[in-house]
């Protein structure tokens, strides 16, 4: 699928533009490229459908520039551009506290090109004084160049399982493969991946790895052999296939699901029990007599343990919890009802309300709730109180061509410096779910930032705290909170803290949301959805509530329209 790789152009285009002060466009071109991550299906064949301007965000120009990209793989406007600025800048623009127009001004004043330059510039104090550098500026740019790096030597999960699943399709087609399974820290939902793993069963291994070799988005083969081949990936991701006994199927996933620290304690258990495990099987040690070893379910059966969802194997007390009998049955993919947090394009998401209702019931859900932005979020097109008011009845008027599913009034309503809302009582009081955020100051002290959020949560009318920590993954850390406190208010008040499951959110994350279940929170699953395409974030969330050992009681999207109703309290 080339769809990453025209969401990625897209993204540099934006870039491009937005360097040289081009309004408007760098938003259009963003938008384009979320809808093409978000795409589930394979862009070339919308393309031979023509059907590329019914993905949101796609217009008449873009549209052009997809199929001229399909047809040349290249775009050629963008080339010339691309052509007079050096490849480095791209990594500048997405250091945080630079972007696209402080790179292009760092490069007119200083030569910066790349990393390398901007980290010796920095160390040599080049940047204090220039316009626009503040006197923290080098300490924070150090800061993001650090973020930066650990950010790209791994992968975001939604980006990797969309990668890994799309060789699996591929591979499947293959007649000889019999089994087929995803292993690693992508097997076990981790928020980034380092590399992807995959094993199967094949009748004919050599037929598998060709198929594998050829596949278009492979960029290099590293190695090339009947049992394993390694490559990397256009994405620059490594991509290991492993094809195995069918007898060992179940040790080697196992082995490579990890983590390392499960699969060490499961050794020790073995050992004392005078058993040897390891990829090939399990063992008597006396014997070398294989007792187990075809599918992991009878591996752990053989240590008295019910099967161990790989989302639970992180060393976090689940093979004592196993042997004990207490492991938690934990929220299943497909359970949820509905979602929280949801844009439509009345602030910065892509479609209208009825649209995005029309989605959610057609994956099944039997509630949503729309949560676009206040008015303090100007860039984000965030609504004021007329608009609201004027949405709440929209949202009303649409509501009543619905049998059974529902749309929420909700909104997305910030958090102001001083613990205020952006809405008064008057207006909050009239939606169906208050979602409060933090959208700015977050460098604040921990002490200040704590008591904004608390502030926040202990209006009457709120129901959810968004994206708790305001984390990007590989671009900007958390802002320093106590979230102990935060949660302990949360479950008094039965505020729900969010996960949000926007990708390069993943907020809560797995530890923070099993403290917030631990303190007596229930929680909710917000994809933060821009486009239709991305309500399917919501898997995303669940593998963070799964490794959160949550239940579905423990998450909110489990409950129907009815239970959804009473717990906030909707009358109509
Ligand atoms: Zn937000
Ligand atoms: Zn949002």
């Given at each position: 699928m080339k769809n990453l790789e025209i969401a990625s152009l897209f993204y540099k285009i934006a870039d491009l533009l937005e360097m040289q002060n081009v309004k408007w466009k760098p938003q259009a071109y963003r938008r384009a490229a979320q809808s093409l991550e978000a795409l589930e299906r394979d862009i070339?064949?919308?393309?031979?459908?023509?059907?590329?301007?019914?993905?949101?965000?796609?217009?008449?120009?873009?549209?052009?520039?997809?199929?001229?990209?399909?047809?040349?793989?290249?775009?050629?406007?963008?080339?010339?551009?691309?052509?007079?600025?050096?490849?480095?800048?791209?990594?500048?623009?997405?250091?945080?506290?630079?972007?696209?127009?402080?790179?292009?001004?760092?490069?007119?004043?200083?030569?910066?090109?790349?990393?390398?330059?901007?980290?010796?510039?920095?160390?040599?104090?080049?940047?204090?004084?220039?316009?626009?550098?503040?006197?923290?500026?080098?300490?924070?740019?150090?800061?993001?160049?650090?973020?930066?790096?650990?950010?790209?030597?791994?992968?975001?999960?939604?980006?990797?399982?969309?990668?890994?699943?799309?060789?699996?399709?591929?591979?499947?087609?293959?007649?000889?493969?019999?089994?087929?399974?995803?292993?690693?820290?992508?097997r076990r939902m981790k928020e980034t991946i380092g590399d992807i793993d995959i094993l199967a069963t094949a009748e004919n291994a050599e037929e598998v790895m060709d198929a594998f070799v050829n596949m278009p988005d492979v960029r290099d083969v590293l190695a090339k052999g009947t049992t394993k081949t390694t490559v990397v990936l256009n994405s620059g991701v490594q991509a290991d296939v492993r094809v195995l006994k069918d007898s060992e199927f179940g040790s080697a996933l196992q082995y490579f699901?990890?983590?390392?620290?499960?699969?060490?304690?499961?050794?020790?258990?073995?050992?004392?029990?005078?058993?040897?495990?390891?990829?090939?099987?399990?063992?008597?040690?006396?014997?070398?007599?294989?007792?187990?070893?075809?599918?992991?379910?009878?591996?752990?059966?053989?240590?008295?343990?019910?099967?161990?969802?790989?989302?639970?194997?992180?060393?976090?007390?689940?093979?004592?919890?196993?042997?004990?009998?207490?492991?938690?049955?934990?929220?299943?993919?497909?359970?949820?009802?509905?979602?929280?947090?949801?844009?439509s394009n009345w602030s910065e998401g892509s479609e209208g309300i009825e649209e995005i209702a029309n989605a959610a019931k057609n994956i099944g859900y039997e509630w949503i709730c729309l949560t676009d932005h206040s008015k303090s979020e100007r860039i984000a097109h965030g609504l004021d109180e007329e608009k609201v008011l004027k949405q709440i009845a929209e949202i009303r008027r649409i509501n009543r061509k619905f049998r059974d599913f529902r749309i929420l009034a909700g909104s997305e309503v910030d958090i102001k410096a001083d613990g205020g809302l952006d809405f008064s009582n008057e207006?909050?009081?009239?939606?169906?779910?208050?979602?409060?955020?933090?959208?700015?100051?977050?460098?604040?002290?921990?002490?200040?930032?704590?008591?904004?959020?608390?502030?926040?949560?202990?209006?009457?009318?709120?129901?959810?705290?968004?994206?708790?920590t305001g984390r990007l993954i590989g671009k900007r850390e958390g802002y320093e909170i106590d979230l102990e406190r935060v949660f302990e208010a949360c479950a008094k008040r039965g505020v729900m803290p969010e996960i949000n499951a926007y990708p390069e959110r993943t907020d809560l994350n797995d530890a923070n949301a099993k403290r917030a279940i631990e303190l007596g929170c229930r929680l909710a699953i917000g994809t933060d959805a821009h486009s239709i395409g991305q309500l399917h974030y919501m898997r995303l969330g669940i593998a963070m509530a799964r490794r959160a050992w949550a239940g579905g009681k423990d998450i909110a999207n489990t409950l129907n329209l009815k239970e959804i109703e009473n717990l906030l309290k909707l009358r109509e």
């Open positions: 070339e064949e919308l393309w031979k459908e023509g059907t590329l301007k019914e993905i949101p965000g796609v217009g008449e120009g873009i549209a052009r520039h997809i199929d001229e990209f399909l047809r040349r793989g290249k775009i050629r406007p963008f080339e010339a551009i691309m052509r007079k600025i050096p490849k480095g800048l791209g990594e500048l623009m997405e250091i945080e506290s630079i972007g696209p127009k402080k790179a292009f001004f760092l490069y007119k004043k200083l030569k910066i090109k790349n990393l390398g330059d901007l980290e010796a510039a920095v160390k040599r104090h080049k940047l204090g004084g220039l316009p626009g550098f503040g006197e923290k500026s080098e300490q924070n740019i150090l800061k993001g160049i650090g973020m930066y790096k650990s950010g790209h030597e791994r992968m975001l999960l939604g980006k990797a399982l969309s990668i890994a699943e799309g060789i699996v399709d591929e591979l499947k087609k293959n007649r000889g493969i019999e089994r087929i399974a995803i292993a690693g820290s992508l699901t990890g983590n390392k620290e499960h699969n060490i304690k499961l050794r020790e258990i073995a050992i004392k029990r005078g058993l040897k495990l390891s990829e090939y099987g399990l063992f008597e040690k006396k014997t070398g007599r294989r007792i187990a070893g075809k599918t992991e379910e009878e591996i752990y059966a053989k240590f008295g343990m019910k099967y161990i969802e790989p989302e639970l194997r992180e060393d976090r007390g689940e093979l004592q919890a196993a042997m004990q009998g207490k492991l938690p049955k934990i929220i299943s993919y497909g359970s949820a009802k509905g979602d929280f947090h949801v844009h207006i909050l009081k009239k939606l169906d779910v208050v979602v409060v955020a933090v959208h700015s100051g977050f460098k604040s002290a921990k002490g200040q930032m704590t008591a904004r959020v608390l502030d926040g949560i202990n209006n009457k009318y709120v129901k959810i705290i968004a994206h708790p």
